[in-house]
């Protein structure tokens, strides 16, 4: 009889497991198995060798991490990559960015740019992303077809959009999309605000309400800007941070993004609430919004996540970046050489995510019983050779070119650089047909009566 203990599905075997729990724990020559989609084997390859796979890859050039986690974005304005650059953040948004969305933005719109946005984070070893953006219902169809995994924040917004008309229809469609994927495993639905001075108070304490009945988390644009701050505190009296929590909106299930504008005060906040930070260090530095202040978070035990935001401002979904990025700014800003170490850059952008997304449970490392969500790195190239700490060349020598194979739960959707379940010639494709309706859409806006 066949010990099924000795059965699985795939066998990864790799020349370096980064499994992020422990930390600053590299396994040499080991190996992981898959059963069912979860993580059900981790082992040295001496003792694997009595396991059966269906399934079996052998990488020794490769450094095994989990699965990297875009906390934050806008997956959809990758149609919109190099549209308005080198402006800073109110010109770029309400002078370039939403006109040109009022002009096409559609399910068509989001469909093409959802596509563009997951084939180029899959490429680069993202396996979970949050997406803040209108139609998320065509988003999570997208996720559904492509297999990736995803936390949709629908938008509530005061003002009226292709998608809602105002705060009441936002929620109600977000709730009834939530409604059909609350019992998804790979898709899951949250509240998104927009932002303190984009959403009323009432429409904030209505999501603060909602968020508690329902157990849900919460994300949402904060101190994005020090004038941010500084309009909002002379209209209202208060600075952002303070309206969420006399509201009740700052909690251990609250995403906080940006937060380039902090104070002490702020800070005691955050920890004392047990918010997470959604850092967007490449977004932040292009709009000249600010620094995160990642050290100070971290000394004060907040949980900080790494985001790419939306290729309209960064340009790029590349996780590999923001963890470089992430790490020299805040060495720049602290002036310490080991504020952000590479290792605290990779728990950013794995466990610090799924921590933030409330996935901890099932991603953000590699250990048996979560999800195999993995990513296979090749280390055996020029760029990232000689090699003595495989955790430092993930973070200061690679760019996301050298990812060669994802798996989500246990699915693999890049096969040696190649996408398995989504066409590349077609994303290119309708990506140049909408860059044409865009370039129109201007043209015939500028045009006289």
């Known amino acids: 009889m066949t010990d099924p203990n000795l059965e699985v599905d795939t066998l990864v075997h790799a020349g370096w497991i980064i499994p992020v729990i422990p930390r600053d724990t590299v396994l040499e020559d080991h190996v992981i198995g898959v059963t069912d989609g979860k993580i059900s084997h981790l082992l040295p390859a001496a003792e694997a060798r009595s396991l059966r796979a269906q399934d079996e890859f052998h990488l020794p050039d490769h450094a095994l991490i989990p699965g990297l986690i875009n906390a934050h974005g806008h997956a959809a304005m990758s149609l919109l990559r190099g549209y308005a650059d080198d402006l800073p953040l109110n010109a770029w948004l309400q002078e370039r960015i939403w006109p040109v969305e009022g002009r096409v933005m559609g399910e068509d719109f989001v469909r093409a740019g959802t596509e563009l946005a997951i084939a180029e984070m899959l490429k680069a070893g993202t396996t979970c992303f949050s997406d803040m953006y209108f139609f998320p219902n065509v988003v999570a169809q997208l996720c559904q077809q492509t297999g990736i995994r995803a936390q949709l924040t629908f938008p509530v917004i005061d003002f009226p959009t292709a998608w809602a008309s105002d705060g009441d229809d936002y929620i109600s469609k977000g709730l009834a999309l939530r409604d059909d994927y609350k019992h998804n495993n790979r898709v899951s639905v949250v509240f998104g605000p927009h932002a303190a001075y984009t959403v009323c108070e009432a429409n904030l304490q209505r999501v603060s309400t909602l968020a508690a009945e329902l157990d849900l988390p919460i994300q949402i644009h904060l101190h994005e800007t020090q004038d941010e701050v500084d309009n909002f505190v002379g209209e209202h009296g208060e600075r952002p941070l303070e309206r ?56 004060r035990g907040i949980n900080v996540a790494l985001g790419t935001d939306g290729a309209a401002s960064n340009n790029d979904l590349n996780l590999f970046g923001e963890m470089q990025a992430a790490a020299l700014l805040a060495k720049v800003h602290s002036q310490q050489a080991a504020s952000v170490t590479a290792m605290n850059a990779l728990e950013m952008a794995t466990l610090g995510g799924a921590r933030a997304l409330n996935m901890e449970a099932c991603i953000g490392s590699l250990e048996p019983g979560k999800e195999a969500d993995l990513t296979a790195v090749d280390l055996g190239r020029i760029e990232t050779q000689p090699l ?62």
Request: glycine letters at 8%; aromatic letters at 4%.
């Open 244 to 299: 969420l929590t006399r509201l009740g909106l700052l909690g251990p299930k609250t995403q906080c993004v940006h937060m380039t504008a902090l104070s002490d005060e702020d800070i005691g906040h955050l920890a004392n609430t047990g918010a997470h930070v959604i850092h967007c260090p490449q977004s932040n530095m292009k709009l000249a919004s600010g620094v995160c202040p990642v050290d100070k978070l971290s000394q």
């Open 388 to 449: 003595y700490d495989p955790i430092s060349q993930l973070v200061y020598a690679c760019n996301g070119s050298q990812v060669t194979d994802v798996w989500v739960a246990g699915e693999q959707l890049l096969a040696q650089g190649e996408l398995t379940g989504i066409s590349e010639q077609q994303v290119l494709s309708q990506t140049l047909s909408w860059r044409d309706k865009i370039i129109n859409s201007a043209s015939a806006d500028q045009s006289p009566a």
